[in-house]
């Protein structure tokens, strides 16, 4: 096996053995084991292909088809059904119809009459590019220190000295079928490369057999890595050196914690979006250096980059000393940065827009450069926040690559704008599933690790939102973190071990949110426990530990929920988990139900102080929920039943059958309630109850 410093050599022959006969499961074994490694190319970015005989299902004849990855999808988890399938003849032959870079657009539809298997996917803008190069594998891939190359001034004599005019050359052009005419010219120009770099986005490399090709991939790669760190140690500085140090690690989260939420709130004028935060070395060698003010505003160069981070990120300028605490004067101060950064982007469209452009989309930046501390992102979800910023990173690594070894060039605006406002690019958006009701908002529910407060946190995690899990049992809680990770992603789900009768404990789950997920927009009160005693029987501990669970731990938790809602400005909403016990008198009942009163007032008050901030806080009362709580284990289940003069095993149906609907009531139930109030439909309710109790007339509100 050849070594590797720069790339991850992943082939192995066992594996490769076991697929010996099927072409396209080895394409998609090659495929998985270059997306596995970012350093070969970006999430969702290059694609791969094979070409092989096949019996036409028509005629029965052999003909050759070209497996090539589908629009959309990844290197790295793309299976089968991820490529599509065409003859190669008749894609060839669209060259008779082809009617110049005017017609390109149309082409793509074309695509669609060479199509061999009819289930495959759909065919890319880059169908063309595989398919007009006669090798039967072949990798278009984006790996930085590729595209360091391809974006560098002198990057065309770079490849010829590197590779001793081994790597062909062609100039940048937006992806199509006339750039793959001109990739069959440059191998027709020169025979017997063995790959062919695309300036200012990528590279072409080929072979006989899937490890051929692979290899070779992973050579050239690699060739182009090692060049660039031999210059960098030679120069011995990037970027012109460093101009200011970072603060210490820890110095660096907090900070990061404290001004998530007032970003994420500018960055959502137009739409919700979810943040992310990095610091690692690359990303503040970046922004802490001379270079940082001439590069940043270049914008990105490959179309994968800016795509997904915008053609330039807005680098944040904070005086130094600034309390991150006055949250006034931080806005202040940056809410015209954000303005400014707007209008440029308004600009760069209205300059660059064509008769059929489509509209603007959002003008505030994905990525925001804090030097000294790191570089936060901002998307729909979590997900593409995530990825915007390993793509941010990557367009950092091929600008340190190309100043180290010449100077970087970025594309001019009105090719980039091209690419981002591309009609294919917007057909594809288009396409993509409408968002769900919760896309974009963060939810930390208490007691979330079972009962009431799970099913709150996966009601929400369905309908779109990030939930943050939080309990003191930390072994249920990690259960069901990775049970929510399994089924939600691990882009959809954080967890949080606190105590909620601590205040620092609280403050530090939230910090952590917003550490994590940029803020929060919903918080549920979920978590409780319940005492059943005579007053006899009731100790001050009891007493205690009821109102410091429920009464202090709601107030702590809406305190600290408050906070960053106020730093986002974009409302909330506060939902308490009750009881029908805050209105119903019963026996046996005083220190529980008289805390269940005290939190449906103290919900009261929340609402009526923080209306201002448009923050809605709004109470469930359940009744009897058994299925999955912890409540009911042991003594409380007992002393109900004691109480009503019936066993614990007959208590569901003895609650079931005092209700008016006679139904028992499920997690699910209250759950259901939960969205209501957050779904959009009660966007103008605060200040109120819904009881889910099966309905009983003693708990009525009004």
């Not at 006969?21 to 970015?45: C, H, K, P, Q």
């Amino acid at each position: 096996m050849k070594e590797f410093k720069h790339a991850s050599y992943l082939w192995d022959d066992a594996m490769a053995k076991s697929l010996e006969g099927d072409e396209v499961a080895l394409l998609v074994y090659r495929s998985n084991l270059l997306g596995a490694d970012l350093r070969l190319t970006n999430y969702g970015g290059g694609n791969t292909s094979c070409k092989l005989m096949a019996k036409d299902p028509l005629t029965g004849n052999e003909v050759e088809v070209m497996w090539v990855k589908g629009s959309g999808g990844d290197l790295g988890t793309m299976k089968k059904n991820g490529l599509a399938a065409l003859y190669i003849d008749r894609l060839r032959s669209l060259k008779n119809v082809y009617g110049g870079l005017s017609t390109e657009d149309s082409m793509v539809e074309l695509f669609n009459h060479c199509i061999y298997d009819l289930a495959s996917k759909t065919p890319s803008i880059d169908t063309p590019l595989h398919g007009f190069l006669p090798f039967k594998h072949i990798d278009h891939l984006h790996p930085d220190a590729a595209i360091a190359i391809a974006a560098s001034k002198d990057g065309k004599k770079i490849t010829q000295e590197l590779f001793n005019g081994t790597i062909g050359w062609v100039d940048w052009q937006r992806p199509g079928f006339d750039l793959g005419l001109q990739l069959k010219k440059c191998l027709d120009d020169s025979p017997g490369i063995r790959g062919i770099m695309l300036g200012s986005h990528g590279l072409f490399t080929w072979g006989d057999t899937a490890h051929d090709c692979y290899l070779n991939s992973l050579e050239v790669i690699e060739a182009c890595a090692a060049y660039i760190d031999d210059k960098i140690k030679s120069n011995g500085i990037v970027f012109g050196g460093a101009k200011i140090e970072s603060f210490e690690k820890s110095k660096r989260l907090q900070l990061a914690a404290q001004l998530s939420p007032i970003l994420r709130g500018l960055s959502s004028s137009h739409n919700n979006m979810v943040g992310h935060f990095t610091d690692d070395e690359k990303v503040l060698e970046f922004i802490n250096s001379k270079g940082l003010q001439k590069l940043a505003p270049m914008g990105t160069s490959c179309p994968d980059h800016f795509l997904r981070t915008k053609i330039s990120p807005l680098v944040l300028d904070l005086p130094e000393g600034i309390h991150l605490s006055d949250i006034d004067k931080v806005k202040e101060i940056l809410s015209p940065q954000f303005e400014a950064y707007q209008t440029r982007y308004t600009s760069y469209y209205n300059t660059c827009k064509h008769g059929n452009s489509p509209a603007m989309r959002d003008p505030n930046p994905v990525v925001i450069l804090y030097p000294g501390v790191g570089m936060f992102t901002y998307a729909k979800d979590k997900s593409t926040a995530r990825i915007a910023a390993e793509f941010y990173s990557n367009a950092i690594n091929v600008m340190r690559g190309a100043e180290a070894i010449s100077s970087y060039t970025a594309l001019p605006h009105q090719e980039a704008f091209d690419i981002e406002y591309w009609l294919l690019e917007e057909a594809k958006l288009l396409r993509m599933p409408k968002p769900k009701t919760l896309s974009g908002k963060v939810a930390l529910v208490t007691g979330s690790a079972g009962g009431i407060g799970k099913a709150v946190a996966k009601k929400y995690a369905e309908e779109g939102a990030c939930v943050v899990l939080t309990d003191l049992d930390k072994e249920r809680l990690e259960k069901t973190r990775l049970e929510f990770v399994e089924k939600f992603g691990r882009d959809a789900v954080h967890a949080v071990g606190f105590n909620i009768t601590d205040s620092a404990s609280i403050v530090d789950a939230f910090e952590s949110t917003a550490f994590v997920f940029g803020g929060v927009d919903i918080v549920v009160n979920s978590a409780g426990l319940s005492i059943s005693k005579s007053i006899e029987e009731h100790t001050e501990k009891d007493w205690d530990l009821l109102y410091d669970v429920l009464v202090k731990g709601q107030f702590f938790v809406t305190q600290a929920a408050v906070k960053i809602m106020r730093k986002q400005a974009s409302g909330g909403d506060i939902i308490n988990i009750v009881s029908k016990n805050a209105l119903v008198s019963g026996p046996n009942n005083a220190g529980y139900g008289s805390a269940k009163a005290a939190q449906l007032h103290l919900g009261r008050l929340n609402a009526a102080e923080l209306g201002k901030d448009g923050i809605r806080v709004n109470t469930v009362n359940p009744d009897a929920v058994i299925a999955e709580s912890k409540i009911w284990e042991g003594d409380w289940a007992k002393g109900r039943a004691e109480a009503y003069g019936i066993t614990v095993a007959e208590l569901p149906a003895f609650y079931a059958k005092r209700t008016l609907l006679n139904q028992i009531i499920l997690p699910e139930d209250i759950a259901n309630a939960c969205f209501a109030f957050v779904g959009g439909l009660l966007a103008k309710s605060t200040g109120n109850v819904i009881n889910v109790d099966g309905g009983i007339a003693n708990a009525f509100v009004r």
